[in-house]
């Protein structure tokens, strides 16, 4: 059942025990956590290589914040913060490059540019032209759930049975993927920590990431530096770097096979050493310890 690969343009992910990690590159004014920080595209390049060095296996490059109540950007606007650095990068990065884009007319670009991933908050409903570009180019793509719009999804998330609702949607996302023709190989999905969901969902949603496995796709999951850490926590501004550790941790227990997330070296210290104590291994409850009888 758990997908042991995914499929992209050039090349083939092998997943295996331990989660991939996607590293994050915002080139953004205002992301959430580091908006402003590589707005700059020598400084976003720099970050890229930092991100690469310290063990991303995929870089996820997005040039509109999709934070709660965030404004949309114009796809000219998208494609003047992204394109400068994806042209400096492809070709050059050994990993693979995913864009983090609802517009076709972004992902097109980026496409031709060399990236090997179209990440969409949407799911491909954003855009009509999303589907046939994935189609035609051999992208790989994630789909990702969202209640509402980044413009509305905070107000009030509703749900009679969050994680249900969520795999029906990402079941219905993938079937409406297969049959425009994008292969099942090609396609992982994505809870989608943080987008129309309160704390007990994002829980809900964490502690249940194993059942998203059922539909023959990669699971990824985002819960880098986001606000149920400090809900958890209840301190709004504590350093979620930590607590993103903890959800990394109970994710690849899972064996969710990507997360996206800012602070790899962090992060893959901690799943490197997780995996190596045995945290991946099944726990024999009950048993006695070996020892002479
Ligand atoms: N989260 C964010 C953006 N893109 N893509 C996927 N597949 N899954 C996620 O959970 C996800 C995502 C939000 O995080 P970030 O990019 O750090 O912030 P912002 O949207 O403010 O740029």
Redesign the pocket.
């Known amino acids: 059942m758990r997908a042991a690969f995914w499929q992209l343009r050039t090349r083939r992910l092998a997943l295996g025990r331990r989660p991939l990690l996607?590293g994050?590159l915002?080139v953004?004014p205002?992301?959430?956590?580091?908006?402003g920080q590589f707005l700059e595209p020598q400084a976003a390049v720099d970050h890229a290589w930092r991100l690469a060095a310290e063990g991303a296996d995929i870089l996820?490059i997005?040039g509109?914040?999709?934070?709660p109540y965030?404004q949309p950007v114009p796809a000219q606007e998208e494609l003047r913060r992204v394109m400068p650095v994806l042209e400096a990068l492809a070709g050059r990065l050994s990993i693979p490059i995913s864009i983090?884009t609802y517009k076709a007319a972004v992902a097109r670009q980026a496409l031709d540019a060399g990236a090997e991933i179209i990440?969409?908050?949407t799911a491909l409903r954003g855009d009509p032209a999303m589907v046939p570009l994935a189609v035609q180019s051999g992208a790989a793509v994630?789909l990702?759930h969202m209640q509402g719009t980044?413009q509305t999804m905070q107000e009030n998330p509703q749900y009679e049975d969050v994680v249900g609702e969520v795999y029906e949607f990402l079941r219905r996302r993938r079937d409406a993927a297969l049959a425009a023709g994008i292969p099942l190989e090609r396609i992982a999905v994505?809870p989608?920590?943080?987008?129309g969901k309160q704390l007990e969902h994002n829980l809900a949603l964490l502690q249940n990431a194993w059942r998203l496995h059922a539909l023959g796709c990669p699971v990824?999951?985002?819960?880098?530096?986001?606000r149920f850490i400090g809900q958890v926590l209840g301190d709004s501004e504590a350093d979620r770097r930590y607590g993103t550790v903890g959800a990394a941790l109970a994710l690849a227990r899972q064996g969710v096979q990507i997360l996206?997330v800012?602070d790899v070296a962090m992060v893959r210290q901690a799943l490197m050493v997780f995996e190596a104590a045995g945290g991946l291994d099944p726990i024999p409850l009950g048993a006695p310890p070996a020892g002479p009888t």
């Open positions: 996607m994050v915002n953004t205002d992301s959430f956590s580091d908006g996820d997005g509109e914040s999709t934070r965030a983090d990440n969409d908050i994630c990702m980044p994505d989608g920590i943080g987008f990824l999951v985002g819960p880098s530096r986001k996206r800012h």
